[in-house]
């Protein structure tokens, strides 16, 4: 007989703190990752896309974005939920939320989870970013990321997190989103650079501020511990195993990346080390409460090497101008990281638990397979569903500004304000 | 020998440097500067104030030269430069009283041949 589920203070305390972690990692430090990547005439309008998304996707998903995602209701069985929980109707603040992964009695309150969804919600159409950088409209920007959420995001969350999901069902695993929103938005990002067009006059571009780059790159490793920690749902062994992975794998990425810098470009880069670090965060993310430390090393290690490739030869080979290499990073390092927690799902992991996972390398290549199933599926609605989004909203409003305003810089030319002041 | 000094577009100097390597001048010193024309500047505005009148980013070019580099270089900048719009810039031409090359002691016009 399966004990009642109560209230755990515990999990809840941790789950509270891992969603103002995951909120830090929008705003400032994706801001501060991406800005320190553009020229300076431009980075006010990426700290302002990043921290207007924070906004925009925090009403959006108390209004029904969080409703649509994770509903118990559905509007289309196992694709999308419906508005049973608009503006949190019906959840008051004493519920247990019906979420739990890796602790079935202790659980937090519902709200506690939907607020941490929330932040999830947030970051990845803001992680798109990277991909129009320096030259979309603010008033396209706005409408572009109001329909993603509701039309990608949301169906996207629901297929894989939601109990109803039918990917969730089908057993693909994707502890803390390397799916939902690394594959998701990296993926959107590629669609969103090859609508857009590239940037005029385009050259190799130095970073303007790459201590803002690396101040960026070291608090989205921080806000990680609760972005995937934070998704046991609990302060328990699982939780404590991603931060292991995640740590890990960050780590050994960092470390390869830099030795690749060096290989192929004479020197170890603090750019590359930073970016390399990113992937192996983005890459472990699926896998980190389901895999060892085996498992998290040689996730960081690949994926740290794809991205390099993918950033040194590959963009430059087809010509995509994907601004901040969001495609390069998170798009390849989820994919990564999504098939290879197929391969190295552990079930000693989850020993003592009700629940058990095993990759191939554990007897189970079904699990590779599904995770294949998954990439596949998200590849094509992200990719296709963001380009026909891309091109509605370019129809309807336009998407990019005019070249005199690309030019003077969206700082200027959208928000008529000036990031650095040279007299006074 | 002339000081050329110009006041260029921020976005305009690749084309600029083009012009001027394909004019066979290969010594320029950039600087970034603020300043406007007659269009006045770009309005800013902070919590609802306006400021006009604002000093716009450009860039100052200062290239000397032997006289019979004076005329091509002018054609260069000119030709990099230009795109029709109000803020394309201006051309000044100083004389030029005498030139060291620090690591040679050089002087005059060899210094800048």
Redesign the interface.
Known sequence: MPATPMLSVGNTAWVIMATAMVMFMTVPALGLFYGGLVRK?NILSVLMQCFITLALVSVLWVAFGYSLAFSDGEFIPGVIGDFKWSFFAGISPDQLSPYYVSDPVGRVPHLAFAMFQCMFAVITPALIVGAFAERMKFSSFLVFTFFWEILIYCPLAHMVWSTNGWLFKLGVLDFAGGIVVHINAGFAALAAALVIGKRN?L?ALPPHNLPYTLIGAAMLWFGWFGFNAGSALAADGIAVNAIVTTNLAAAVAGLVWPLLDKLVNKRSTILGTATGAVVGLGAVTPASGYVGVGGAIVIGAVASACGFMMVTFVKERFGYDDALDTFGCHGIGGLVGTLLTGVFASPLIWKGHQSSYAGALYGNPGQFLLQLLASGVTIAISFGGTFVLMKLVDALVGLRVDA?DE??GLD?ALH???AYT??D | MKMIVAIIQPYRLDEVKEALYAADVNLLTVSEVLGHGRQGGQVEVYRGNKETGNLLRKLRLEIAVNESFVEPTIQAISKGAHTGEVGDGKIFVYDLAEVVRIRTGERGGEAIG
């Open positions: 005439k006059n050259k005199k030019a003077i200027i008529h304000e000036r040279v007299l």
